[in-house]
């Protein structure tokens, strides 16, 4: 281990980031519901936001791979900055449900 702190800031949330994948999945398969009335598949946002809501498996993964080679060549702030892009998503979806329970 070359510098415990930063591989365990790394393993502890990429396992958080791999188990709010069950949290996804269910976003993800409601997702589908933002093409329910006619002619919506054919407006820009929805489908955007549809498909960056399925990139996140994506940005998991490559963001898990590109970390842990850039820890092992030493380079330990950007290791810890591309583990966290995971993050944004995490984040817009709990800001989502934070909205829609409390208001």
Do not use: H
Not at 23 to 41: I, K, Q
Not at 68 to 90: C, D, G, H, Q, S
Request: hydrophobic share 65%; charged share 10%; aromatic share 20%.
């Amino acid at each position: 281990m070359k510098n415990k702190k930063v591989f365990f800031t790394m393993l502890i949330s990429q396992i958080f980031f791999g188990l709010f994948t069950l949290v996804w999945l269910f976003v993800a398969l409601m997702s589908v519901m933002m093409f329910d009335n006619p002619g919506t598949e054919n407006v820009f946002w929805p489908v955007l936001l549809f498909i960056v809501n399925w990139l996140y498996p994506v940005a998991l993964i490559l963001s898990i791979i590109v970390s842990w080679v850039l820890y092992r060549y030493n380079k330990m702030k950007t290791a810890v900055t591309i583990a966290m892009i995971p993050l944004i998503w995490v984040l817009a979806i709990g800001g989502f449900m934070l909205y829609a329970n409390f208001s």
